[in-house]
């Protein structure tokens, strides 16, 4: 039995990924640093930013055959619905009931767990290229600090951490999303992104 293999040519999505990113991550930080007030426009961009365009980049990377990228820009995606749905439940959406019972803490668990994700894809983004390396170090600060003053440990210092990290997420996502654009249209090292480690590969 002969066994045809078709490859179907897709662009790089790592810049459309990278632009949600850096987009919900500027939106969100905002609030955070206490520059804006409330969720309620930063629900938006965690949808069609945050999620959407990471989950377009998903689905392309799983067509290029990139377990890690897919994996990242899948599960980051997830994220950014889940928050999107969990900031409309406590401003009473779906109802003033739901929005009494809802306990913070659940989201404190939750940060852990995208924590425990974001350290072993770290160690994976070693060997990517030394930008995506240092967006992933950010996002495990900025889970740190999410988790911590979520759970009321530190509360200050640790929404303070979770706030600067998200700015430098989404400074080096934008940097990372021109590079890749840039790069791939010139055929060209025009914005470097960093070698690899060379540690595991």
């Given at each position: 039995?002969?066994?045809?293999?078709v490859?179907i040519?897709?662009?790089?999505?790592s810049?459309?990924?990278?632009f949600?990113?850096?987009?919900v991550?500027?939106?969100a930080?905002?609030?955070?640093?206490?520059?804006?007030?409330g969720?309620?426009?930063?629900i938006?961009w965690?949808?069609?930013?945050?999620?959407?365009?990471?989950?377009?980049?998903?689905?392309?990377?799983?067509?290029?055959?990139?377990?890690?990228?897919?994996?990242?820009?899948?599960?980051?995606?997830?994220f950014?619905?889940?928050?999107?749905?969990?900031?409309?439940?406590?401003?009473g959406?779906?109802?003033?009931s739901?929005?009494?019972a809802a306990?913070?803490?659940?989201?404190?668990?939750?940060f852990?767990?995208?924590?425990?994700?974001?350290?072993?894809?770290?160690?994976?983004?070693?060997?990517?290229?030394?930008?995506?390396?240092?967006?992933?170090?950010?996002?495990?600060?900025l889970?740190?600090?999410?988790?911590?003053?979520?759970?009321?440990?530190?509360e200050?210092?640790?929404?303070?951490l979770?706030?600067y990290?998200?700015?430098?997420i989404?400074?080096?996502?934008f940097y990372?999303?021109g590079?890749?654009?840039?790069?791939?249209?010139?055929g060209k090292?025009?914005?470097?992104?960093?070698k690899?480690?060379?540690?595991?590969?």
């Open positions: 039995m002969n066994e045809n293999k490859k040519v897709v662009a790089d999505p810049a459309i990924g990278l949600g990113l850096a987009m991550t500027l939106v930080s905002s609030q955070k640093l206490g520059l804006t007030d969720v309620s426009l930063v938006p965690a949808i069609f930013l945050g999620a959407c365009a990471q989950l377009v980049a998903c689905i392309n990377d799983f067509k290029h055959n990139n377990h890690f990228g897919a994996t990242a820009f899948g599960a980051y995606a997830f950014w619905f889940s928050m999107a749905m969990s900031w409309m439940i406590q401003n959406v779906f109802g003033e739901l929005a009494a306990d913070p803490k659940q989201l404190g668990f939750a852990i767990g995208y924590l425990i994700f974001t350290l072993f894809m770290t160690i994976g983004a070693m060997e990517t290229n030394k930008v995506l390396f240092f967006i992933f170090l950010m996002i495990d600060f889970f740190i600090g999410l988790a911590f003053s979520t759970l009321g440990i530190a200050h210092a640790m929404h303070s979770a706030a990290s998200e700015l430098i989404s400074l080096l996502s990372g999303c590079a890749n654009v840039l790069n791939n249209h010139f090292t025009f914005l470097p992104v960093g690899p480690f060379g540690i595991f590969k």
